[in-house]
């Protein structure tokens, strides 16, 4: 089955704790995507990468890492979650070419952070 | 499951009616601007799409307008259902700014049996 999913679902941490929560697709889609979701300000993107060692940041980049070292996996980093980071994040994913505007993203299931 | 938050833009509509759901956008060097879905508990899911030199497009049950005039994108949904309740986000595409997506905050639509 074509999808996103991200690890873990769930997540209750401390401040300065250092986290990654995992993302895959088994698409081969080049372009992938992290966003955060919270009330009132609906889906803002944090890094996107148009393929393999390509990473740019998005709207929200402080405080997140991000790597891709291979075509299927986007994992994001929190070196030192805040309280602030506290939110729904999701993963996507799109076959963009690059030049393209196409851009139809495929969306993971979600991981709800809580950082006390 | 997961929820988007609750302080959005509601629409109720009753079973059967049309609903009508309304978006204003940023950014008139946006090229592409797409309609998702998002059900409790789910990520966001594409519905339908259009691209800037279209004003009209039609899909099952739904039709996206696009108002370049006014930066204006509406769906419309025909012959709504129980199953078409869900938070409904449009967002707009830059091909060139790295075909980043920017969102809009979203609306409830919320069908009555």
């Known amino acids: 089955e074509a999808q996103v999913t991200q690890n873990p679902r769930y997540l209750i941490t401390v401040t300065g704790k250092k986290l990654t929560v995992t993302c895959s697709q088994n698409m081969n889609h080049e372009y992938m995507s992290w966003y955060r979701q919270d009330p009132g300000l609906g889906l803002r993107q944090i890094y996107y990468?148009?393929?393999?060692?390509?990473?740019d940041k998005g709207d929200v980049p402080e405080g997140y890492k991000v790597s891709r070292k291979e075509k299927r996996n986007f994992p994001l980093i929190l070196e030192s979650p805040s309280p602030n980071q506290t939110s729904l994040y999701f993963c996507?994913?799109?076959?963009?070419?690059?030049?393209?505007?196409?851009?139809?993203?495929?969306f993971g299931p979600g991981t709800r952070l809580t950082v006390l | 499951g997961e929820s988007v938050g609750l302080h959005l833009p509601t629409l109720s509509v009753q079973e059967g009616d049309n609903s009508i759901i309304n978006c204003a956008y940023s950014n008139s060097a946006s090229d592409y601007f797409i309609w998702y879905k998002q059900e409790s508990g789910k990520g966001p899911q594409f519905i339908i799409d259009i691209r800037s030199n279209m004003d009209k497009r039609q899909g099952q049950r739904v039709t996206v307008l696009l108002n370049k005039t006014v930066k204006h994108l509406s769906l419309q949904i025909a012959a709504t259902q129980p199953g078409d309740s869900a938070v409904y986000f449009c967002?707009?595409?830059?091909?060139?700014?790295?075909?980043?997506?920017?969102f809009g905050g979203g609306t409830r639509l919320m069908v009555k049996p």
């Open positions: 967002a707009e595409n830059n091909a060139n700014a790295g075909n980043m997506l920017t």
């Open positions: 996507a994913s799109s076959p963009t070419i690059a030049g393209s505007s196409y851009n139809e993203q495929f």
């Open positions: 990468s148009m393929n393999v060692e390509v990473t």
